[in-house]
């Protein structure tokens, strides 16, 4: 009924981070993600290179993208908003450039300063320049379902913009629920529309869980065909510019998810906890993740 093999991207060093009151160091970072890239993980995001007045705690992004260790069998990828993001990370180091916008107006106005028309043009240099330089491209769409300030969000208006970023030549698209309102109908009703008009690989579905329903949207997910899904460790993150937006779905949720499934994902578990304990402690706080929580008080 699903595939046999779920893709895991970690994005807890940029999606998780990038929304924490308490700053990692740079060297925490680097030790950080140098664990992460030794789990089997396949695609860990390490930063992002937006504006650092924006997103102070990510304002280290190039020094993170210098030092850290490359493991042969791991993505690094960055998130990236404009040209100048795009130098910065070509420089410091990428494999994949996340560029992103919303599907809401509102919400794609106050996270990066310009209507969605405004966007396409820079985000399709954005794409045009990364591909010439050989990099992996995803397009990640936000507020599918929700917007935090329009409210629902029309399907036809996801498509509109998935549209526009395959034809600007994105490899695949990250669909984001940005702020966790999400349950499994409106999954279907998403999907059932996004596959109707392309196919299924292309496709990744982002999950926040600030309702506890991403486990249930993504196990929906995986009946629709889908096989990649980003998270992060613990359930670290959120939006900085969506208000209410709780972190990602947890990683190690998911991989407890999946490997009771069967399914798999070629994760090691214990080293995947020892990378969460890691930034639990740096962090001094405990994250939402249930299974971390449980594994922590054996
Ligand atoms: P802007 O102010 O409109 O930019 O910001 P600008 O092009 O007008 O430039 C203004 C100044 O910023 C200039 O400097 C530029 O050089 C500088 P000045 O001449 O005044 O000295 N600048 C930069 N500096 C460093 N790095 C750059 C950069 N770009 C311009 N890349 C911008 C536009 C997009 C940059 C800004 O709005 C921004 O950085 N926004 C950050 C948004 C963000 O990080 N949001 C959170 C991530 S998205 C998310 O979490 C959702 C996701 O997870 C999916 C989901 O959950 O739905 C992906
Ligand atoms: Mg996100």
Known sequence: ????????????????????????????????????????????????????????????????????????????????????????ALDAGIDGASVFMSSSETHNQKNINKSIDETYPVLEEVIHEAKEAGKHVTGYVSTVFD???????NPEQVLRVCDRLLDAGVDDLSLGDTIGTAVPAQVDQLLGK????FPGEKLIMHFHDTRGMAIANIMRSMEHGIARFDSSIGGLGGCPFAPGAAGNVATNDVLYLLNGLGIKTGIDENKLQEAALYIQSKL??????????YVASQ
């Open 194 to 197: 996004m596959l109707k008009n």
């Open 284 to 293: 001094g706080k405990s994250l939402p993740s249930k299974s971390l929580a």
């Open 1 to 88: 009924r699903w595939s046999e093999f779920v893709q895991i991207k970690e994005v807890g060093p940029r999606d998780g981070l990038q929304n924490e009151k308490q700053w990692l160091s740079t060297s925490d970072k680097v030790h950080w993600i140098n664990t992460l890239s030794e789990s089997g993980l396949t695609e860990i995001e390490y930063s992002s290179f937006v504006h650092p007045k924006w997103v102070p705690a990510l304002a280290d992004a190039h020094e993170v993208g210098r030092r850290i260790k490359r493991y042969p069998n791991v993505r690094y990828s960055a998130l990236i908003p404009n040209m100048k993001g795009l130098e910065l």
């Open 147 to 153: 917007c935090p300030y329009e409210g629902k969000v």
